[in-house]
């Protein structure tokens, strides 16, 4: 079964940090970029970073820039996302997808067309 599954997510106090990983099922994600997403309640889905298949390229949400890393592992088999100083405004969902061979990768913050989505994990950050 070819799936995308998320984890990492979970309550943390402002200025605390979590590191959420995407891990793949089913295929590799060597020829995948991979962009992170969050949507909170009662908002639109937000593109927060993205890291390119081929030369591991990363871009950034500005409301993220500073605060948090996209990366792989040296096996490609799974894709972090280190989130730290987290503020109240990042609580939300927060859902992996695979773009194939980036080629969305100029509009990796729509993240309308990529193929496969991770169920998500949540995010809280409140005292």
């Known amino acids: 079964q070819v799936q995308l599954v998320e984890s990492g997510g979970g309550l943390v106090q402002p200025g605390g940090s979590l590191r959420l990983s995407c891990a793949a099922s089913?295929?590799?994600?060597?020829?995948?970029?991979i962009g992170w997403f969050r949507q909170a309640p009662g908002k639109e889905r937000e593109g927060v970073s993205y890291?390119?298949?081929?030369?591991?390229?990363?871009y950034y949400a500005n409301s993220v820039k500073g605060r948090f890393t996209i990366s792989r592992d040296n096996a490609k088999t799974t894709v972090l996302l280190q989130m730290n100083n987290l503020k109240p405004e990042d609580t939300a969902v927060y859902y992996c997808a695979a773009d194939p061979h980036s080629k969305y990768i100029s509009t990796w913050s729509k993240g309308a067309l990529y193929d496969y989505w991770g169920q998500g994990t949540q995010v809280t950050v409140s005292s």
């Open positions: 890291i390119s298949s081929s030369d591991g390229r990363t």
């Open positions: 089913g295929f590799t994600l060597d020829y995948y970029g």
